[in-house]
């Protein structure tokens, strides 16, 4: 795969990173294409890369194109746009990152089988330091055969993956990730948040957490921050509430309740209504603490 050029879109803070990666691996990133305009030219000169001003730019200096960007509506407006990745795509393999609807996964293969291209979903949960240096855990949907032939790159980008199933299957796996996580992080925000009004010390509640079935992968990330009011992003409130949105849509196809996420959702949902969208989700603890407010 290190003979092939890589093209990149979407360079926030998984996306640019993981070029990064690729690049100290050895892998040639010939082009490199974001919103901000900016962004991709600040990120070309340092890995030496072109940075495109349009999208079927990208396409036509790439062999395999990587897309990391933030929901439905921009998934469709890069490969569906009057300007677009579809532009020149035949021979093309595009493997798509970002949290989706599954619908749009499988519609995405369609689409590229039709201009003679290929895609696959290559789903991330993990965060940024896990993006830079190649240690993401990835779940991959889409044909087998595609997946066995760009497993070499998908390997330099993780330290596990699995192969889920076919297309929109990556996406329903992700979407139950993240509504598990997001729930361990506004139930450990309310937990905290009780025993800091109790005068509990909040550091030996963490080490009791920590021992007992209250204890999480959340505990061990997140607890800190929420204590210290530190919520530097590596996975926004914002994006929290859209990816719990699509599980909860995905129960509702099956006749599944979810009342514990549909609480989750709102409460992800006021803050990011509040102007915190852009916490990192260690930020409903600010929900959760007397006597806090967003500044």
Not at 24 to 51: F, M, N, W
Not at 159 to 167: E, M, P, R, S, T
Not at 261 to 273: C, G, M, P, S, W
């Amino acid at each position: 795969m290190k003979d092939r050029k890589i093209g990149i879109v979407g360079l926030g803070r998984m996306g640019g990173n993981m070029a990064r990666c690729l690049k100290d691996k050895g892998y040639q990133i010939s082009v490199v294409h974001d919103v901000r305009p900016d962004v991709a030219t600040s990120l070309a000169e340092e890995i030496g890369a072109t940075a495109a001003t349009a999208l079927a730019e990208v396409t036509a200096l790439s062999d395999v194109i990587l897309t990391v960007v933030t929901d439905d509506a921009a998934m469709d407006a890069i490969f569906h746009g009057e300007d677009n990745l579809f532009s020149g795509a035949e021979g093309r393999l595009f493997i798509n990152c970002a949290t989706l609807t599954p619908e749009v996964h499988r519609k995405l293969e369609r689409d590229a089988a039709a201009v003679g291209a290929e895609c696959l979903e290559a789903c991330m949960a993990s965060s940024i330091p896990q993006a830079r240096n190649g240690e993401l855990f990835l779940m991959i949907g889409g044909k087998q055969e595609v997946f066995d032939a760009t497993r070499p790159l998908l390997d330099h980008l993780s330290k596990a993956l699995h192969y889920v199933g076919a297309a929109g299957k990556a996406s329903e796996v992700k979407a139950l990730v993240n509504m598990v996580m997001n729930i361990n992080t506004a139930a450990l925000a309310e937990g905290l948040g009780i025993g800091d009004a109790l005068g509990l010390d909040l550091k030996m509640l963490c080490e009791v957490f920590s021992h007992t079935g209250a204890n999480s992968r959340v505990l061990e990330t997140d607890a800190e921050d929420m204590i210290n009011r530190d919520h530097e992003c590596y996975f926004s409130a914002a994006h929290a509430a859209k990816d719990s949105g699509i599980a909860i849509g995905l129960a509702k196809e099956q006749g599944i309740e979810a009342p514990v996420a549909e609480a989750t959702l709102r409460q992800f949902t006021r803050l990011t209504e509040m102007g915190g969208g852009e916490l990192d989700k260690s930020g409903v603890a600010e929900l959760t603490f007397r006597g806090r407010a967003l500044s």
